[in-house]
T-cell receptor, first 117, second 110 residues
């Protein structure tokens, strides 16, 4: 199992530029989550998908942020235009329920460290 | 009010010590609870689930008190490798709304 794969690992961009973060969930997992982590606010849920459908995007900071999941194996988080306050580590996570039993938690990707200058 | 609150620490303990972390959650409807571990500049990793009856995994014991809405983690015989940030998590039964605390930092020294 390759785990949740995120790219790029690091991204440095100038204010105003478009940034696209990518995520490949674990095969067979039907839920995908995008989180943002900063020292001040900790881990914040931005949006999650269930079976490729966005279910809750109430955590998305503003219209500059958008996320898509065109198929079960790929998702993107886009920031346009980027601002210095968007600097953070962005994590993607996936999960599944196993045969209707209890939920077993998320598996996180290694994250994308975004710096907007 | 933050939904999951933890003492940020740091907790500085010597090897072999027993250390306990607590956290509180505000949503009484929460149904799932976890402890995650996060190493510096790494992703969070699931340490253990937390059940009402309490559960143990080697040197780690987790407890849930629904009446008081707090979760605890006990680490016995601390190792240098236990140094990390421990994140307390609560969520709904479906696992679609996990809320993470900001974490408690543990530093184990020789």
């Amino acid at each position: 199992d390759a785990g949740v794969i995120q790219s790029p690992r690091h991204e440095v961009t100038e204010m105003g530029q478009e940034v696209t973060l990518r995520c490949k969930p674990i095969s067979g997992h039907n839920s995908l989550f995008w989180y943002r982590q900063t020292m001040m606010r900790g881990l914040e849920l931005l949006i999650y998908f269930n079976n490729n459908v966005p279910i809750d995007d109430s955590g998305m900071p503003e219209d500059r942020f958008s996320a898509k999941m065109p198929n079960a194996s790929f998702s993107t988080l886009k920031i346009q235009p980027s601002e210095p306050r968007d600097s953070a580590v962005y994590f993607c996570a996936s999960s599944s329920r196993t045969g209707g039993h209890s939920f077993y938690g998320y598996t996180f990707g290694s994250g994308t460290r975004l710096t907007v200058v | 009010r933050k939904e999951v609150e933890q003492d940020p620490g740091p907790f500085n303990v010597p090897e072999g010590a027993t250390v306990a972390f607590n956290c509180t959650y505000s949503n009484s409807a929460s149904q799932s609870f976890f402890w995650y571990r996060q190493d510096c500049r790494k992703e969070p990793k699931l340490l253990m689930s937390v059940y009402s009856s309490g559960n143990e995994d080697g040197r780690f014991t987790a407890q849930l008190n629904r009446a008081s809405q707090y979760i605890s983690l006990l680490i016995r015989d601390s190792k240098l490798s236990d140094s990390a940030t421990y994140l307390c998590v609560s969520g709904n039964q479906a696992g679609t709304a996990l809320i993470f605390g900001k974490g408690t930092t543990l530093s184990v020294s020789s």
